[in-house]
């Protein structure tokens, strides 16, 4: 398991609303900015059900419409020498798994690793307001 942060990466609610409020003043006019996206339990349960996977890290990416997009992958644990090293579980064989709009979720994957995005978008996949995103 990769080391946890004492805090388990949590952060209050006010710390999340200032750094949501600051990227939308800074980026939130700016062509191809990343808006909200949703993803279901589902394909995080998948990567991190693979065997070894430690967490999961995102990677920015931009998708055939020209969207901003995350892409995420499953990372491992892997001592070299002294140190600790976070690889990423990708392989010649990863695919995508993802959702699409009115479509069960699709896990697919190889031994190299699941690979997932196609989230869904903000709009027209909105939260009421609330401090993230007012």
Known sequence: ?????KDGHRISLDQGSKLTRTYRQRYGKSKGALRPVA?????FEAILGQPGCAGIRFYPGVDAKGRTTLV???FTQVRVGKKTR????????????????GAALKVAGTAAGIVGDVP?????????ENPLNS
């Not at 978008?121 to 909105?126: D, E, F, G, L, Q």
Request: hydrophobic share 40%; proline share 5%.
């Open 1 to 5: 398991m990769a080391k946890e942060r």
């Open 39 to 43: 993803y279901t339990s589902a394909i």
């Open 72 to 74: 995420m992958v499953g």
């Open 86 to 101: 976070y690889d990423d579980l990708v392989g010649s064989g990863a695919i995508l798994a993802g959702m699409k709009l």
């Open 120 to 128: 869904f978008r903000c709009p027209p996949y909105c939260s009421a």
